[in-house]
């Protein structure tokens, strides 16, 4: 399997998916508090990840919830990349067309930190 740019985008947006997950579990008040961690890291190709030993990450993974083929959008840009994968909508709801931030709208479509 070849692993690009593009599969790892898609396997941060699953991380998106599951911190999307964790909001909506937190926004609940009859149930206690759980976390999400949610790792990134621009510019790693997911298929590097098995040249080197990485056993803090590998155990990361055989305990939690990941996918390699996750993808957040098309566009290799960084920054709409993170801003899709942190607001849950495409670039042309959030704004965030190349790595500027500017025209972002994150006031009607804010990131799982606020």
């Known amino acids: 399997m070849l ?5 790892f985008l898609k396997a941060a947006g699953v991380g998106a998916a599951l911190a ?9 008040k ?7 961690l949610l790792i990134g890291v621009d510019g790693l190709r ?13 155990s990361l ?16 840009w960084s920054a709409p990349g993170w801003n899709t994968i942190l607001t849950g909508v495409f670039p042309k709801k959030h704004g965030v067309k190349d790595n500027s931030f500017s025209g972002k709208n994150n006031e009607q ?5 606020s």
């Open 61 to 76: 993974i055989h305990a939690g919830a990941y996918s390699f083929e996750a993808q957040a959008i098309d566009e290799t």
């Open 109 to 113: 479509y804010p990131t799982i930190f």
């Open 46 to 58: 997911a298929d590097s990840l098995a040249l080197v030993p990485t056993p803090n990450i590998d």
């Open 20 to 28: 999307g997950y964790t909001y909506a579990y937190h926004s609940c």
């Open 3 to 7: 692993f690009t740019r593009r599969n």
């Open 30 to 36: 009859r149930y206690p508090a759980r976390k999400a």
